[in-house]
């Protein structure tokens, strides 16, 4: 790992966060500027730069986070109001922290609770 990524620090409660999810693959926390009432960061433990980076054997971490999302969208209640799932590569398409993630985003239209 680089000594310098932020996720790997995180990772490793090297920085300071809240885990909403962890197993021996996976952190999931929220991310510190949400740009929605959800705003999920999926993170695999592995440091992988980007997609740019993943490589031969890494397809069972990538296809994770897949499951690993709609789990956790069923967890935050957005799984029918509908969300996003995005990964930015490299700078050009908005990546600023070089540790791949993705991110899970909604809860726009989440119904209230009281509905
Ligand atoms: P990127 O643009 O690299 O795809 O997304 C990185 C995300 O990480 C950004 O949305 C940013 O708000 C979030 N972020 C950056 N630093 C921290 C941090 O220290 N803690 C958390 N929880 N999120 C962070
Ligand atoms: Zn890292």
Not at 25 to 38: C, E, L, R
Not at 63 to 69: C, K, N, S
Not at 83 to 104: D, S
Request: proline share 5%; hydrophobic share 35%.
């Amino acid at each position: 790992m680089p000594a310098d990524c932020l996720f790997c620090k995180i990772i490793n409660r090297e920085e300071p966060s809240e885990f909403l999810y962890e197993d021996d693959t996976y952190v999931v926390f929220k991310d510190i500027n949400p740009h929605a009432p959800v705003h999920l960061l999926l993170v695999p433990k592995k440091h992988i730069r980007s997609i740019n980076d993943i490589q031969t054997g890494d397809e069972s971490i990538l296809g994770g986070l897949f499951t690993l999302a709609k789990k956790m969208a069923k967890e935050q209640g957005i799984n029918e109001s509908g969300y996003k799932l995005l990964f930015n590569v490299e700078k050009g398409g908005g990546q600023v922290i070089f540790h791949i993630h993705l991110h899970l985003i909604g809860g726009w239209h989440k119904r209230p609770s009281h509905l």
